[in-house]
């Protein structure tokens, strides 16, 4: 399923423009993967419940603690910390919208994702000042402006695979677009994304396990190129910060696969011998993925113009 923007009709309090359409995977396509089973991600991703790269502080740190720290850097980023409304865009289980609240200071979290799962765990875990809703971006229309807008993760399923080069540009700029509007002036957004290694030549080995994982795993989606992401800002925000980091998810995909093992025997009676496989090859070759740099972790910061 695609949602295309004239369908969807905005309340006339709406802020932001209704412009274009989405090009991202499908709803359908996102529920395969993350309505699997909450036990089975529970598993392995650790108490913050974050599928996305930590960030890491020195060989003797933890998971659980780097992925906080993860939260904090783009908190901090996007200076929400005490502000009244935080937008989180691909919220996942909600780990960043609890420090939002509880840490932060801010008033009232709103997470997006496509996930009926994932909005159910949000729903029974999280504080009264989260808000989840399973809704596409494109189809967000808040009666009132954010202070700041997170997404971390969710980028890499804004644009289908097999999109040209204009219309994976497009498709990032339709979001900027849609998030300029649920901000004010100087007001910021904070992305985390994998992006593509451009720099290094893929080997065979490398191109089978990543057509598995864009088959198998995360359909309908690809992996942005940084500069098409930045490509689609341009004159809507301005870019404060880059950062890349690709050892910092070989890690965090090696601590992942590490928990999936240790609990071998919970994870295939909750979901089968083939999907265990099937994410046991997608870790490990994960992890080699950005070893070799052949996949990159962005961690951007934006301001709106
Ligand atoms: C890899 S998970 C990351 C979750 C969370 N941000 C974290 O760090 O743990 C990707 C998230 O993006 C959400 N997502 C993907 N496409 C979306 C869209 N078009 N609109 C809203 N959410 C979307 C998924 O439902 C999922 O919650």
């Not at 011998?273 to 080699?288: F, H, I, N, P, W």
Request: glycine share 8%; charged share 25%; proline share 3%.
């Amino acid at each position: 399923m695609s949602v295309h923007a004239p369908e969807a009709s905005a309340p006339s309090t709406a802020v932001g423009a209704d412009t274009g359409r989405y090009d991202g995977a499908s709803m359908d396509a996102i529920q395969q993967h993350y309505d699997l089973s909450n036990d089975f991600y529970a598993l392995w991703l650790g108490s913050s419940m974050a599928y996305s790269c930590a960030l890491w502080d020195g060989p003797d740190d933890d998971l659980d603690t780097a992925q906080l720290r993860k939260f904090d850097y783009l908190i901090e980023g996007a200076r929400a910390t005490g502000a009244r409304r935080v937008l989180d865009v691909g919220c996942g289980w909600g780990g960043l919208m609890d420090r939002l609240v509880g840490t932060h200071r801010v008033g009232h979290a709103v997470g997006l994702t496509l996930s009926d799962q994932q909005a159910d765990w949000v729903r029974r875990h999280s504080p009264a000042a989260v808000e989840v809703h399973v809704q596409n971006w494109l189809d967000h229309t808040p009666d009132e402006p954010y202070d700041a807008i997170i997404s971390i993760g969710a980028f890499e399923h804004f644009a289908r695979d097999g999109l040209t080069r204009p219309a994976r540009i497009a498709a990032y700029r339709e979001f900027f677009a849609r998030a300029r509007g649920w901000l004010p002036a100087g007001a910021r957004i904070a992305v985390q994304t994998n992006v593509k290694g451009n720099n290094v030549r893929m080997d065979r080995q490398t191109v089978r396990d990543l057509l598995f994982i864009m088959q198998r795993v995360f359909t309908e989606s690809e992996i942005p190129d940084l500069a098409e992401v930045i490509q689609g800002s341009e004159r809507i925000f301005d870019v404060v910060s880059v950062r890349n980091d690709p050892d910092h998810y070989a890690r965090t995909c090696a601590e992942w696969l590490a928990g999936l093992r240790r609990h071998r025997d919970q994870a295939l009676a909750l979901v089968g011998e083939e999907q265990v496989a099937d994410y046991e090859r997608y870790l490990s070759s994960t992890v080699g993925h950005f070893e070799r740099r052949h996949l990159g972790l962005a961690r951007l910061v934006f301001e709106a113009i």
